[in-house]
């Protein structure tokens, strides 16, 4: 248990027998009336984001969630497999938990997965992953970064924006967020 004052970005509270995971909140101390604390949560299973007003001092359910440095192995069907980094114990992720962050996943790859009483809630990637472009069209003499965009598919399949200058097998970082290129490495 713990009190509206010590809620923070990322915790995970048992409301309803339901999970959810704060997004934002703001402690308000109007001038006329009790202080309060005004949450945005997203619940963890559904991804379903609601506004939620507590009183100042009331005391919520936290749920303990078990947080792991893990490494992804392979995709086995619909399920993908993680290691723990320090156990080497093996786990079944579904897709549907994973959701859009397939589109980002190469092997060996680190992650963090949050568990709660033994199931996967979610996995969360880095902000920046690296993925070489598989396909994409040639580029131009004299296409420049600031000329435009052009489509190209990368190692996961997943088909991204970038610069025209751009040509197949070289290696991008890609947001895991917005699913934008975020530049080019260099090797």
């Given at each position: 248990?713990?009190?509206t004052?010590?809620?923070?970005?990322?915790?995970?509270?048992?409301?309803?027998?339901?999970?959810?995971?704060?997004?934002?909140?703001?402690?308000?101390?109007?001038?006329?009336?009790?202080?309060?604390?005004?949450?945005?949560?997203?619940?963890?299973?559904?991804?379903?984001?609601?506004?939620?007003?507590?009183?100042?001092g009331?005391?919520?359910?936290?749920?303990?969630?078990?947080?792991?440095?893990?490494?992804?192995?392979?995709?086995?069907?619909?399920?993908?497999?993680?290691?723990?980094?320090?156990?080497?114990?093996?786990?079944?992720?579904?897709?549907?938990?994973?959701?859009?962050?397939?589109?980002?996943?190469?092997?060996?790859?680190?992650?963090?997965?949050?568990?709660?009483?033994?199931?996967?809630?979610?996995?969360?990637?880095?902000?920046?992953?690296?993925?070489?472009?598989?396909?994409?069209?040639?580029?131009?003499?004299?296409?420049?970064?600031?000329?435009?965009?052009?489509?190209?598919?990368?190692?996961?399949?997943?088909?991204?924006?970038?610069?025209?200058?751009?040509?197949?097998?070289?290696?991008?970082?890609?947001?895991?967020r917005?699913?934008?290129?975020?530049?080019?490495v260099?090797?």
């Amino acid at each position: 248990m713990a009190t509206t004052n010590d809620l923070k970005n990322g915790m995970v509270l048992k409301i309803d027998n339901q999970l959810w995971s704060v997004v934002e909140f703001q402690h308000v101390k109007p001038g006329k009336g009790p202080a309060f604390v005004r949450t945005k949560i997203k619940n963890v299973l559904t991804g379903k984001i609601v506004d939620k007003t507590f009183n100042a001092g009331v005391k919520v359910e936290t749920a303990t969630v078990d947080r792991r440095d893990m490494t992804y192995l392979y995709q086995d069907g619909d399920d993908y497999i993680f290691m723990d980094a320090t156990t080497y114990d093996q786990i079944l992720v579904s897709g549907a938990i994973l959701g859009d962050l397939t589109n980002y996943m190469v092997e060996n790859q680190s992650a963090v997965v949050s568990m709660h009483e033994g199931n996967v809630l979610f996995v969360d990637l880095p902000p920046t992953v690296v993925l070489e472009i598989t396909y994409t069209e040639p580029g131009l003499q004299g296409d420049r970064s600031n000329a435009g965009t052009k489509p190209a598919t990368v190692e996961t399949g997943y088909e991204i924006q970038v610069p025209l200058f751009l040509e197949q097998g070289t290696k991008v970082k890609v947001d895991t967020r917005t699913g934008e290129y975020a530049g080019r490495v260099n090797d």
